[in-house]
């Protein structure tokens, strides 16, 4: 199976007020293995980058001014993700902002069932605990030390193994793949991919035994 791990980067946080994508990069997963085939570009977003957003990602409006735009790319990154599932972290705030794109240039949005929310995966599966995709990079030991500002493609490859973390996989699946890819895999891939099992902190202890106290004590029947 298919998947793309997507991530972008915007002049702002709301597509209320104006704000626009500047960075789209996506990466392809089959069977939870990182394929070879990257989608990934830069845009000129035709108007200025927010201080806020300049902090988090660096992208001054000097070098988005000469990026290609939106509709320009839009067929490629749309042929891109076709019929595949879409891996974001906080897919509420991409998504919106991959939409609003797409609807000022009148293409078909985005449909929530193609996309698999890894914030929420983690929100239920870690009660209590921090699910920015830092902490859940410190707590499966995924080494983000290239991570020193937020951008497209870094937050995918973080993402990719993350996503393979909270599902709970050993490791990721060789089906359907032949023995020169995944002599590459074991290569270039697995090398890199680490499925470590972690003790809870005191802290989380508490916070999941509070999370049990307060359910319990409703009424289900």
């Keep these: 199976m298919k998947e793309i791990v997507l991530d972008t980067e915007t002049t702002g946080l709301s597509v209320k007020d104006g704000h626009r994508i500047v960075e789209i990069g996506c990466i392809e997963i089959e069977n939870l293995i990182p394929t070879k085939n990257v989608f990934h570009c830069y845009l000129n977003p035709e108007r200025k980058v927010s201080e806020s957003a300049l902090k988090v990602h660096g992208y001054t409006d000097e070098f988005l001014a000469d990026k290609k ?66 902490a859940l990079c410190k707590r499966f030991r995924i080494d983000n030390s290239n991570r020193k500002k937020h951008t497209a493609l870094v937050d995918c490859e973080l993402l990719s193994k993350v996503y393979i973390n909270l599902l709970d996989q050993k490791e990721p699946k060789f089906q359907f793949i032949n023995n020169k890819e995944k002599s590459f895999y074991k290569k270039n891939v697995l090398k890199n991919y680490s499925k470590i099992v972690i003790k809870p902190t005191s802290e989380e202890l508490i916070n999941h035994k509070k999370f049990l106290d307060k359910e319990l004590k409703k009424n289900y029947y």
Excluded at 90 to 103: P, T, V
């Design 69 to 134: 735009k939106f509709n320009e790319i839009a067929d490629d990154f749309l042929k891109f993700i076709e019929g595949k599932k879409i891996i974001i972290h906080n897919a509420e705030f991409d998504i919106g902002h991959l939409n609003n794109e797409l609807s000022l240039i009148k293409k078909e949005k985005i449909t929530k069932e193609n996309v698999i929310d890894t914030l929420e995966i983690a929100r239920n599966k870690f009660p209590g605990s921090g699910i920015s995709l830092d």
